[in-house]
């Protein structure tokens, strides 16, 4: 009709669609393929079937049963938060190199090649350490130690250097002190390091065992595992959903909206 013909012939109403496609830079293109990979090599882990001791520290019980249970996330880690896992490994291999390299004599492996482990409960509770020191600077002695290392951003290194581990990183300050139960290291105060990640500072601080926190931790572990074997949901860390713990957990969704 004319109309449509006038539509056609008026340059006023002609769009360029191709215009409005967002443009991805190389480097955009780039973080995508390599985190999709990154993410399949993920999917290709066994998944864990035990409590870990490096987690029994965190304050919410139901949470604990979840990640016992390996229920999934509400959203699973992206690719990127994948490499930032991998740069806390990765400084945790830097830092003992420059322990070693500072006179330490630092073990992250047993002779069998095997890292630091125990397991209890039947399996279901389990721990690996970054390392033991067994000798070293008589200044840092004496020995043999407990090592435990983390990598952090620049604002949780600063909050951990400003309020320490114990309250700064709760779940931190208990994994050390389940490992130095387990694995008979309680004479001799763990070595906790951190490393910012921005500024590459390194921080140090002696964690004196304490056997009163460390068998609360235990009987902890022994009601999660009890509850989970008996079907019982343990309660949450609040009753009120915008409770600011509850806001930033990966089950916030499944616990307070989906299914149990």
């Known amino acids: 009709t004319s109309g449509n013909i006038n539509f056609i012939q008026n340059e006023t109403y002609v769009m360029d669609f191709n215009s409005q496609t967002p443009k991805v830079s190389t480097g955009e293109k780039l973080a995508l393929l390599i985190d999709q990979a990154v993410e399949d090599l993920r999917a290709q882990d066994a998944p864990r079937n035990y409590l870990g001791g490096s987690r029994i520290g965190e304050a919410c019980p139901r949470k604990l049963q979840y990640e016992f249970f390996n229920t999934p996330k509400d959203k699973p880690f992206s690719?990127?938060?994948?490499?930032v896992f991998q740069r806390g490994h990765e400084g945790e291999i830097w830092m003992a190199n420059w322990l070693r390299l500072a006179g330490f004599d630092l073990r992250t492996e047993r002779q069998d090649g095997q890292q630091f482990a125990f397991s209890t409960a039947k399996g279901q509770l389990r721990g690996h350490a970054?390392?033991?020191?067994?000798?070293g600077p008589p200044e840092f002695g004496p020995y043999p130690r407990l090592?435990?290392?983390?990598?952090?951003g620049a604002k949780g290194w600063k909050n951990l250097a400003r309020e320490h581990t114990k309250k700064?990183?709760?779940v931190y300050y208990g994994q050390m002190q389940l490992y130095m139960a387990y694995f008979e290291l309680t004479e001799n105060p763990a070595l906790f390091t951190a490393l910012n990640a921005d500024t590459m500072e390194i921080?140090?601080?002696?964690?004196?065992f304490n056997a009163g926190?460390?068998?609360?931790l235990s009987d902890k572990a022994v009601n999660i595992l009890s509850a989970c074997a008996a079907g019982e949901l343990l309660p949450r860390i609040a009753n009120r959903e915008d409770w600011f713990e509850c806001k930033w957990c990966d089950y916030w969704e499944r616990c307070w909206h989906g299914n149990i």
């Open 79 to 83: 690719g990127r938060i994948l490499r």
């Open 203 to 208: 921080y140090a601080e002696n964690i004196i």
């Open 130 to 135: 970054d390392g033991v020191f067994v000798a």
């Open 213 to 216: 926190f460390a068998q609360d």
């Open 168 to 170: 700064a990183y709760p």
């Open 147 to 152: 090592w435990e290392n983390k990598v952090l």
